[in-house]
């Protein structure tokens, strides 16, 4: 997956635990997890660090168990690693959650040099700088006599964060006695977004899209076609200054109509080539209508809901598709794209989350598609533009396997049902399948016309058609 944006899974400032705990683009970073390392420690007040380190050394092997790539690093090393990523992950969880304390603003290294948290809160979130929470629960109980950073306060902090970072809206009824259950921070806001509804829904046979894409190819080829005879037969046509004038007139009548306008532009990109600009191969995307292509062609209204992804839903009767609102920001594709390479790497059924960002994947086809969501207050866009939300979700699922997801698919059967059925889109259909389709017989007809308009400019220059057309006037 890291092949298609391998920025969005590595980290770019820090490494956490044992995988880029070497690399040497992060090694200035050290010095910020080894002071706050040392000032939680400090707090602890009842062990010294080599002293954590010796307890916990009789965890390796279940340390080494909760990564799947082989570790090539000396035990003592890992522990000492594991001690100083963990601390410095419990404070850093700690002071961000704490958003009224006067440290939260900044990482500060032992000289004083400051950094932001929130520089570092995508590295945080990746699938390969996870911290296993049982370090956590380890390193607390063997520092603490009391309880209540253990039971009450920890999970509190780390379900928190997951609401503060976390793109989309969270299950409200998450127990937080199930919270240090889960494996690592990535697992908790995994399971706080899909906690039971990949649990809930019934195995179907995913639907095939071999016949729509083999019925879809062959009509890019007749339009391959048509749009090639076309061109060469207008590039002949529009040197003559009668067509010129007619066309000219016939583009007012067609602009100035809104219907028809809107029919012309689309017509004009379904004929267009498939050459004609370079795409990327892509696994699989949903066969489903754009955001545009819904509002204007089939008249749907986008809803905006305040629950989670299960309050996705299409009401054929009013027209309206109901969207949970979600908020992208620069951390946004770091956490989506890690949150799809963690659920296609543990979960063996349907992939609910990546079968989610496929479907926005599908409505938003270009800078349009996500401004009228935008607008409908479905996204709340704090990146620079739509232009970064429509390269956020493009493609963003196609290096994961092929998928179903029963409760997404009925919507987006049910959206498609609608609107290929919808009086405008059949309208359209119609045009591109016997207007744009029937590329022969327009050939043919298109040669007759050039055959007489050539005549009846040859006829013009020699008789002055003008004069005549004024002297036949009735006066």
Same mark, same amino acid.
């Given at each position: 997956?890291?092949?298609?944006?391998?920025?969005?899974?590595?980290?770019?400032?820090?490494?956490?635990?044992?995988?880029?705990?070497?690399?040497?683009?992060?090694?200035?970073?050290?010095?910020?997890?080894?002071?706050?390392?040392?000032?939680?420690?400090?707090?602890?007040?009842?062990?010294?660090?080599?002293?954590?380190?010796?307890?916990?050394?009789?965890?390796?092997?279940?340390?080494?168990?909760?990564?799947?790539?082989?570790?090539?690093?000396?035990?003592?090393?890992?522990?000492?690693?594991?001690?100083? @990523?963990?601390?410095?992950?419990?404070?850093?969880?700690?002071?961000?959650?704490?958003? @009224? @304390?006067?440290?939260?603003?900044?990482?500060?290294?032992?000289?004083?040099?400051?950094?932001?948290?929130?520089?570092?809160?995508?590295?945080?979130?990746?699938?390969?700088?996870?911290?296993?929470?049982?370090?956590?629960?380890?390193?607390?109980?063997?520092?603490?006599?009391?309880?209540?950073?253990?039971?009450?306060?920890?999970?509190?902090?780390?379900?928190?964060?997951?609401?503060?970072?976390?793109?989309?809206?969270?299950?409200?009824?998450?127990?937080?006695?199930?919270?240090?259950?889960?494996?690592?921070?990535?697992?908790?806001?995994?399971?706080?977004?899909?906690?039971?509804?990949?649990?809930?829904?019934?195995?179907?046979?995913?639907?095939?899209?071999?016949?729509?894409?083999?019925?879809?190819?062959?009509?890019?080829?007749?339009?391959?076609?048509?749009?090639?005879?076309?061109?060469?037969?207008?590039?002949?046509?529009?040197?003559?200054?009668?067509?010129?004038?007619?066309?000219?007139?016939?583009?007012?009548?067609?602009?100035?109509?809104?219907?028809?306008?809107?029919?012309?532009?689309?017509?004009?990109?379904?004929?267009?080539?498939?050459?004609?600009?370079?795409?990327?191969?892509?696994?699989?995307?949903?066969?489903?209508?754009?955001?545009?292509?819904?509002?204007?062609?089939?008249?749907?209204?986008?809803?905006?809901?305040?629950?989670?992804?299960?309050?996705?839903?299409?009401?054929?009767?009013?027209?309206?598709?109901?969207?949970?609102?979600?908020?992208?920001?620069?951390?946004?594709?770091?956490?989506?794209?890690?949150?799809?390479?963690?659920?296609?790497?543990?979960?063996?059924?349907?992939?609910?989350?990546?079968?989610?960002?496929?479907?926005? @994947?599908?409505?938003?086809?270009?800078?349009?598609?996500?401004?009228?969501?935008?607008?409908?207050?479905?996204?709340?866009?704090?990146?620079?533009?739509?232009?970064?939300?429509?390269?956020?979700?493009?493609?963003?699922?196609?290096?994961?396997?092929?998928?179903?997801?029963?409760?997404?698919?009925?919507?987006?059967?049910?959206?498609?049902?609608?609107?290929?059925?919808?009086?405008?889109?059949?309208?359209?259909?119609?045009?591109?399948?016997?207007?744009?389709?029937?590329?022969?017989?327009?050939?043919?007809?298109?040669?007759?016309?050039?055959?007489?308009?050539?005549?009846?400019?040859?006829?013009?220059?020699?008789?002055?058609?003008?004069?005549?057309?004024?002297?036949?006037?009735?006066?």
């Amino acid at each position: 997956m890291a092949s298609f944006r391998p920025e969005a899974y590595m980290p770019q400032l820090m490494g956490l635990g044992p995988y880029h705990h070497c690399d040497p683009d992060l090694y200035d970073m050290e010095r910020y997890k080894l002071a706050a390392a040392t000032r939680l420690q400090k707090q602890f007040k009842t062990l010294e660090f080599e002293q954590l380190v010796n307890k916990l050394m009789k965890f390796e092997y279940t340390v080494r168990a909760c990564y799947h790539k082989y570790l090539d690093i000396e035990g003592n090393t890992l522990m000492w690693i594991m001690a100083i @990523d963990g601390l410095f992950l419990l404070e850093f969880l700690q002071i961000f959650t704490n958003k @009224d @304390d006067s440290k939260a603003a900044h990482l500060v290294d032992s000289a004083g040099r400051k950094l932001s948290h929130d520089s570092i809160l995508s590295d945080v979130m990746l699938l390969e700088n996870q911290i296993p929470f049982f370090l956590f629960r380890k390193i607390i109980s063997l520092q603490i006599s009391q309880d209540d950073l253990y039971d009450n306060s920890l999970p509190l902090i780390l379900t928190t964060f997951c609401h503060s970072i976390s793109p989309v809206k969270l299950k409200d009824d998450f127990p937080l006695t199930g919270v240090l259950n889960r494996s690592h921070l990535l697992d908790l806001l995994y399971h706080m977004i899909v906690p039971e509804l990949a649990d809930q829904l019934t195995q179907e046979a995913p639907a095939t899209l071999e016949s729509i894409t083999e019925s879809k190819s062959s009509q890019q080829a007749d339009s391959a076609n048509s749009y090639q005879i076309f061109t060469t037969l207008w590039e002949i046509l529009s040197r003559l200054r009668i067509i010129k004038k007619i066309a000219d007139y016939v583009k007012k009548i067609i602009t100035g109509a809104p219907g028809l306008s809107f029919l012309a532009a689309k017509a004009k990109e379904s004929i267009k080539p498939e050459n004609s600009q370079p795409k990327p191969v892509q696994v699989e995307k949903i066969m489903i209508p754009s955001a545009s292509y819904l509002s204007e062609i089939a008249g749907v209204e986008f809803c905006p809901t305040t629950g989670d992804i299960s309050t996705i839903k299409f009401d054929e009767k009013e027209n309206k598709f109901y969207l949970p609102i979600i908020t992208l920001n620069v951390h946004s594709e770091a956490i989506i794209r890690n949150l799809i390479a963690y659920e296609a790497s543990t979960v063996s059924d349907s992939l609910v989350f990546a079968r989610y960002t496929e479907l926005l @994947d599908g409505i938003i086809d270009t800078a349009e598609d996500a401004k009228l969501l935008r607008e409908k207050k479905i996204i709340v866009n704090k990146l620079k533009n739509d232009d970064e939300v429509l390269q956020l979700f493009d493609g963003i699922g196609k290096s994961v396997r092929l998928t179903n997801a029963p409760y997404f698919d009925k919507t987006i059967e049910d959206v498609n049902k609608f609107f290929y059925n919808s009086p405008r889109f059949r309208i359209y259909s119609g045009v591109r399948k016997y207007v744009f389709g029937s590329w022969k017989i327009l050939t043919l007809l298109a040669g007759i016309l050039i055959l007489l308009l050539t005549g009846l400019q040859s006829f013009c220059s020699v008789y002055t058609c003008p004069v005549m057309i004024n002297s036949a006037a009735p006066n």
